[in-house]
């Protein structure tokens, strides 16, 4: 059964979340003031852990760019504050 989960994205530049097998990353967005990432599941598979990178607008990226996936794009602070988040591969 598939269903669209909400994931709360920490506010590190490297971080990992345990998500079902398979999920498929939908969006990102700023919801109750704190980034969250959407994803549709199959609640009925085993987690596995994907790692990430967050990055902020003119922040200096220093691993190879074939390694990283662009996700999605959010903005907080309206607009002061945005951020990048890429699935490292």
């Not at 506010?11 to 994803?39: H, M």
């Not at 190879?64 to 591969?89: A, W």
Request: proline letters at 4%; one cysteine or more.
């Amino acid at each position: 059964m598939r269903r669209v989960y909400k994931y709360p994205i920490p506010e590190q530049n490297y971080f990992s979340l345990d998500l079902p097998r398979g999920a498929k990353i939908l969006t990102v967005q700023v919801g109750g003031g704190k980034p969250q990432l959407w994803a549709l599941v199959n609640e009925h598979t085993c987690t596995t852990k994907r790692n990430f990178r967050l990055a902020e607008t003119g922040e200096l990226i220093q691993e190879n760019t074939e390694e990283l996936n662009y996700i999605d794009t959010f903005q907080q602070n309206g607009g002061n504050y945005v951020c990048h988040l890429f699935e490292i591969k």
